[in-house]
């Protein structure tokens, strides 16, 4: 798929989306530090119950595990998309039956990740989650040195604004800044909470930043060419290219496989093994049957729709949108009931507007093109 969206119009968006998910997570951080809280509201889900009961509790896990399952499907399309632009010719034949490059390598990376979903103890990965950020700095680096060192150049201007996949890149962008649903834990977890807005601040600014400059040399590079990966569009002959490809499935195979996939995919697990029978617990074949499960199935769902570019515009429009934009404002309103001033209940009300109105549009042309690829 073609990301014909993100055209040189679009280059501010990372900007206003940043700065409408940063005013959000302070919002969600003023709900939580509201002084009629309720005592032990330390995550998402406990601010979700504050505000709106055991429905809204509920509702708030099923978006959050939604996500989080959508996400480890997202990572296994990168792995086959990836791996299969670097070993091209890469198949598996055996009878009637045949394996693409992109499923080999899906479902090697499948098998990858699958005994780190086993374990209960995820403290040692996490100790390698510095490396996902030098990796992600060091593809961008990649992608400026193939522009100006290599030659390829800064010349492709494209269409200046494409109304029709806007909603596309809005979902892409929303994505994109979809960590809201661990902030209040790692509010609760800071040494010094006070420095939280600041923390945040910093952030959200040097991710809009990597983003938007990402977008601007990515577009004026490759222009309607450019791919839902820009490593697919970089000459595979460049040693730059290689360096920015070998990175990202290091980042992908090394760290995000085993590391992040686990990470993202225990919450998921953990609450299914809460319907485990009591008289079971102590074994722990249940949950590994239950593990195995959930990652066969995001196998499953990624070759089923192996659009990478699509799934995570339906994401970032259908699940980021509600968890980042409407959700947030919605519970500080609900919690601080008839408290809140009038400046800060239109505040709350235009961004949820905001976030309503990107959430149908993108969801709905992403699904559209999703359904109009797999009919094609």
Known sequence: MKLHSLDSALM?????MGLMCYVDALVLHWAALAPMRQPGLETYPDIGQAAFGTTGRIALSIILYVELYACCVEYI?????NLASLFPNAHVSWGGFELSPQRLFALMATLAVLPTVWLRDLSVLSYISAGGVVASIMVVLCLFWVGLVDKVGFHNKGTPLNMATLPVAVGLYGYCYS??????NIYTSMAKPNQFPSVLLACFAICSLLYAGTAVMGYTMFGEATESQFTLNMPKDLIASKIAVWTTEKQMFCLNSDQTYALTMSPVAMSLEELIPSSHLKSHIYAILIRTSLVISTLIVGLSIPFFGLVMSLIGSL???????ILPPACYLSILRGKVTRIQATLCIIVIAVGVVSSVFGTYSALSKIVENLRS
Not at 12 to 16: A, D, K, Q, R
Not at 77 to 81: K, N, Q, T
Not at 179 to 184: C, T
Request: glycine share 8%; proline share 9%.
């Open 12 to 16: 501010v968006n990372p900007f206003s």
């Open 77 to 81: 399309i990168l792995e086959g998309d």
């Open 179 to 184: 960590g809201h649903a661990v902030f209040p």
């Open 319 to 325: 699940l980021t949108m509600l968890v980042t934009l």
